[in-house]
């Protein structure tokens, strides 16, 4: 590690994780430590970390309490664990003021998310928890070969607001890192994006799966190579497929890793050297259940997972809205951490305006998490394109929806998107899911197949 990267890691980001009361260094060494747990160890650690939550929600959140209350005395047994009611995104959304615990935390973080699933929800943090987050995200790092204060290039959403704009800058100065937009990019974006990487000279590059392919197949378009090594590069957020795993590695000339998450509960599991997805035990209880019954190793259910650090608003069974399974194979790289397998996780299509510029999904999910702070009656909403000047708007409606809403957001679809976009709004009573079970945000136009 150059002394740039040294002055980035224990001037700049660990400091600031300091004052911000995350302390990640001396979590991270735990987590470095426990990661060569046998199952057993990590077993106890879990129940041990199990049996204080439901200890502590039963008398501090008032969602729980109320549970409780319901069913009489509880013992805190894993059996009855299992008998607690899924929490589901529409519950956190509606009566998110309800699992907040009734005790006072100095400090919180707010982690707000734009709804990949059409439900923008908003989580509040300890710090604490905060920081277990980070330190099992920086462990699955490690995995890579990556180290805190390492330039990163980051395909990731940009924010619209001027406030939150600065915000951004300031994260991305901490983490030492050039952001790329993943909102709305074309031709000559992609090339003002390969200037200022070859600039920035990153060592790794981050991002939406679908947002990174399309860069790939830029330069591979182009002919184009990058002028300076890429050590790996690390997709998220989306699924990765064999073939874009492969085109990702020949474009880059890099190892490819995977992760796993979702922005209520942070990081899920992350790919090792050895190409397994690990489960970060420590910070989280995965569930993979079929119509509530507890699958088998190597059957396939939905993920519903249990954060077990934080105690400002636990999320106890939360059904995270993607599908997968465990596998009962050990590791060779000799980690027990549990492995999960066949993620059918969430995918995002790209939707093209008349200019051909591309807009990835994360961009109508910013839109709606507007109308939802606005109250603006929009439970869940899709996006479907029938051509390249048409978009109609499913809304699963709730009170208060009408023409403010459709206004907002007809507006920003013309304002951002294209201005000759013809927006159609049509209400249901319940949008339509995939074969898989997935209810997507965007469904694209057929451009053809995107793979051979």
Not at 65 to 86: I, N, V, Y
Request: overall charge positive.
């Amino acid at each position: 590690m150059g002394i740039n990267n040294k002055i980035f890691k224990y001037l700049v980001y660990y400091p600031i994780m300091g004052a911000r009361r995350e302390f990640v260094p001396s979590r991270l060494s735990r987590f470095k430590a426990s990661q060569w747990y046998d199952r057993e160890q990590l077993r106890s650690l879990q129940e041990g970390k199990l049996e204080e939550l439901l200890s502590y929600v039963r008398t501090n959140v008032p969602y729980y309490r109320e549970l409780f209350d319901q069913a009489g005395t509880l013992s805190k047994s894993s059996l009855e664990f299992q008998t607690l009611p899924l929490l589901t995104k529409e519950i956190l959304w509606s009566r998110g003021h309800l699992l907040k615990s009734a005790e006072h935390f100095h400090g919180r973080v707010i982690r707000s998310t734009s709804g990949s699933t059409g439900i923008p929800v908003t989580v509040w943090k300890t710090h604490e928890a905060r920081a277990h987050e980070l330190a099992a995200l920086w462990r699955g790092y490690s995995w890579a070969g990556i180290d805190i204060g390492d330039r990163q290039g980051r395909f990731w959403t940009v924010p619209y607001s001027p406030k939150e704009r600065i915000r951004t800058r300031l994260i991305d100065f901490a983490l030492h890192q050039l952001r790329c937009s993943a909102s709305a990019f074309d031709e000559e974006t992609m090339i003002s994006y390969t200037s200022r990487l070859e600039r920035f000279h990153p060592k790794y590059l981050v991002g939406f799966v679908s947002m990174l392919v399309e860069y790939a197949e830029f330069l591979k378009r182009r002919r184009r190579k990058l002028s300076f090594p890429l050590h790996c590069v690390v997709t998220s957020a989306e699924v990765l497929t064999g073939y874009h795993r492969g085109l990702l590695e020949e474009v880059f000339a890099c190892p490819v890793f995977d992760l796993y998450g979702c922005g209520e509960v942070g990081p899920i599991a992350q790919e090792c050297e050895k190409g397994s997805f690990h489960i970060n035990s420590e910070n989280l209880l995965v569930e993979i259940l079929d119509r509530g019954r507890s699958c088998q190793a190597g059957e396939f259910g939905e993920v519903v997972v249990t954060e077990l650090n934080n105690k400002m608003m636990p999320l106890i069974r939360y059904q995270v809205g993607d599908f997968a399974a465990l596998s009962p194979s050990v590791c060779a790289c000799g980690r027990a951490l549990p492995i999960i397998s066949r993620i059918a996780g969430r995918a995002y299509d790209m939707i093209y305006n008349r200019q051909g510029k591309m807009f990835h999904g994360d961009f109508f999910a910013s839109i709606f998490k507007e109308v939802k702070s606005n109250n603006l009656g929009v439970r869940a909403f899709q996006i479907v394109q029938t051509d390249a000047s048409r978009l109609r708007v499913k809304i699963e409606p709730e009170e208060g929806y009408g023409e403010p809403a459709e206004s907002l957001i007809r507006e920003r679809i013309r304002t951002l998107f294209d201005s000759h976009t013809t927006v159609a709004f049509e209400t249901v009573k319940e949008i339509e899911r995939e074969a898989s079970g997935k209810l997507r945000l965007v469904v694209g136009m057929d451009r053809g197949p995107r793979s051979p």
